[in-house]
């Protein structure tokens, strides 16, 4: 018989073969058995996911922030012309995005036990998605604001601004594309 053709015996419910009683299909090679095993691993899977993305993002934007980026003189060539929209853009993004990934990665991390499974779809959804997106529409923003100050002070007659100005420039441009990137 070729394995294609269907097989003159059928198999009943239980995994017995309507012939003869004496073979029994095992679970584990059951179709219907297999996709309920798999099914019941994905949500535990995807919850886990979750929980380790939420966790990289924490460390990641803690790295930035307090390692990284803390040296006390590390904006200092930002301040061209008063305001330093270079500071104050990291600043916005950092702890914005380290607030609500904090809370992405508690919630998530008590979803993986079944606890508030609703409060988490509702941080992820309003949390991560749109609050995650105003503070980046901010960032953005104010990184435009830091490039055009220090673009518009490249050709300044003082040589301390004309000096700053391509390494502000230049620092903002990679930033923002790591962000975008992020």
Same mark, same amino acid.
């Given at each position: 018989?070729?394995?294609?053709?269907?097989?003159?015996?059928?198999?009943?419910?239980? &995994?017995?073969?309507?012939?003869?009683?004496?073979? %029994? $299909?095992?679970?584990?090679? !059951?179709?219907?058995? @297999?996709?309920?095993? +798999?099914?019941?691993?994905?949500?535990?899977?995807?919850?886990?996911?979750?929980?380790?993305?939420?966790?990289?993002?924490?460390?990641?934007?803690?790295?930035?922030l307090?390692?990284?980026?803390?040296?006390?003189?590390?904006y200092?060539? &930002?301040?061209?012309s008063?305001?330093?929209?270079? %500071? $104050?853009?990291?600043?916005? !993004?950092?702890?914005? @995005?380290?607030?609500? +990934?904090?809370?992405?990665?508690?919630?998530?991390?008590?979803?993986?036990?079944?606890?508030?499974?609703?409060?988490?779809?509702?941080?992820?959804?309003?949390?991560?998605?749109?609050?995650?997106?105003?503070?980046?529409?901010?960032?953005?923003?104010?990184?435009?604001l830091?490039?055009?100050?220090a673009d518009?002070?490249?050709?300044?007659?003082?040589?301390?601004?004309?000096?700053?100005?391509?390494?502000?420039?230049?620092?903002?441009?990679?930033?923002?594309?790591?962000?975008?990137?992020?």
């Amino acid at each position: 018989m070729h394995p294609r053709e269907k097989s003159k015996t059928e198999v009943k419910g239980d &995994g017995t073969h309507k012939e003869g009683k004496d073979f %029994k $299909i095992p679970m584990w090679l !059951r179709r219907d058995q @297999a996709v309920l095993f +798999w099914a019941s691993l994905s949500p535990a899977l995807g919850q886990l996911s979750y929980t380790v993305i939420s966790i990289g993002a924490v460390t990641n934007l803690c790295l930035e922030l307090f390692r990284y980026d803390s040296a006390s003189g590390f904006y200092d060539n &930002g301040d061209i012309s008063g305001t330093n929209y270079w %500071k $104050i853009a990291n600043y916005v !993004r950092g702890y914005g @995005a380290l607030s609500i +990934w904090s809370l992405a990665a508690l919630m998530q991390f008590l979803s993986l036990f079944g606890l508030f499974p609703t409060a988490n779809m509702m941080v992820w959804e309003y949390g991560v998605g749109f609050a995650g997106q105003l503070i980046f529409l901010t960032y953005g923003i104010l990184q435009f604001l830091a490039f055009e100050n220090a673009d518009s002070n490249i050709t300044s007659t003082d040589l301390v601004k004309k000096t700053k100005a391509p390494i502000v420039r230049a620092a903002v441009k990679t930033e923002f594309y790591e962000a975008l990137a992020i």
